[in-house]
Nanobody, 124 residues
Framework: QVQLAESGGGLVQAGGSLRLSCLASGSTFSNYGMGWFRQAPGKEREFVASITWSGDSPLYRDSVKGRFTISRDNAKNTVYLQMNSLKPEDTAVYYC?????????????????WGQGTQVTVSS
């Protein structure tokens, strides 16, 4: 099993930056592809970004391309989400997930483990 703990959320003005971190424990972190999702009030959890176990082939939702960067450090059991040029529509609870083998990175159903989430609020 994998335990995940997100940190780094907060309140920021539009145009600002935040870096989210997700620390993994309990299993071999480098075995897992990882993803970031977000969920705003009254909306479904949506894909934000993902990265393979080796750090290759990052994927992003269209609305964050060019603004967000996902990365990982397997030696530190941590995956990061650098968020620049933040917009009010980025406001949500951000979750990291560890992906099961198989299936697309885009669907939350393919992730077997989740953290508790960290709130990101972007003011206009």
């Amino acid at each position: 099993q994998v335990q995940l703990a997100e940190s780094g959320g907060g309140l920021v003005q539009a145009g600002g930056s935040l870096r989210l971190s997700c620390l993994a424990s309990g299993s071999t972190f480098s075995n897992y592809g990882m993803g970031w999702f977000r969920q705003a009030p009254g909306k479904e959890r949506e894909f934000v970004a993902s990265i393979t176990w080796s750090g290759d082939s990052p994927l992003y939702r269209d609305s964050v391309k060019g603004r967000f960067t996902i990365s990982r450090d397997n030696a530190k059991n941590t995956v990061y989400l650098q968020m620049n040029s933040l917009k009010p529509e980025d406001t949500a609870v951000y979750y990291c997930g560890a992906k099961r083998v198989g299936g697309t990175y885009y669907s939350a159903r393919n992730y077997g483990y989740w953290g508790q989430g960290t709130q990101v609020t972007v003011s206009s």
